[in-house]
């Protein structure tokens, strides 16, 4: 299994960015699948998550209402939509798939539930 993100860069604050991702070697809409990033010096962390076919979605209060989280399932891809981007929005990204079946918002922000990941992208925000 292969998960390839793509789609970082510099953007501007206020700007926007689509973060891609594309796998290989797993049929996604199988799959819960996530966004998480690591800023230098910083844990990693959840950004967002969307259900099986993209009827749920969930958020980190930190990114709510700015990013947006959706698949294309017959693409076999995961996309985050980044608006309005802050300086502190500034890490790689990385796409995630869970490995197990099940939708809790408790078990989906979490790192452990998720079994393959993608190679990251960087994102840089300026002020």
């Known amino acids: 299994v292969q998960l390839q993100a793509s789609g970082g860069g510099l953007v501007q604050a206020g700007g926007s960015l689509r973060l891609s991702c594309a796998a290989s070697?797993?049929?996604?809409?199988?799959?819960?699948m996530g966004w998480f990033r690591q800023a230098p010096g910083k844990e990693r962390e959840f950004v967002a998550a969307?259900?099986?076919?993209?009827?749920?979605?969930y958020y980190a209060d930190s990114v709510k209402g700015r990013f947006t989280i959706s698949r294309d399932n017959a693409k076999n891809m995961v996309f985050l939509q980044m608006n309005s981007p802050k300086p502190e929005d500034t890490a790689v990204y990385y796409c995630?798939?869970?490995?197990?079946?099940?939708?809790?918002?408790?078990?989906?922000?979490?790192?452990?539930?998720?079994?393959?990941w993608g190679q990251g992208t960087q994102v840089t925000v300026s002020s």
């Open positions: 070697g797993r049929t996604l809409s199988n799959y819960v």
């Open positions: 969307v259900s099986m076919i993209g009827v749920s979605t």
């Open positions: 995630a798939s869970k490995g197990t079946a099940g939708w809790s918002v408790a078990v989906v922000s979490g790192s452990s539930a998720y079994d393959y």
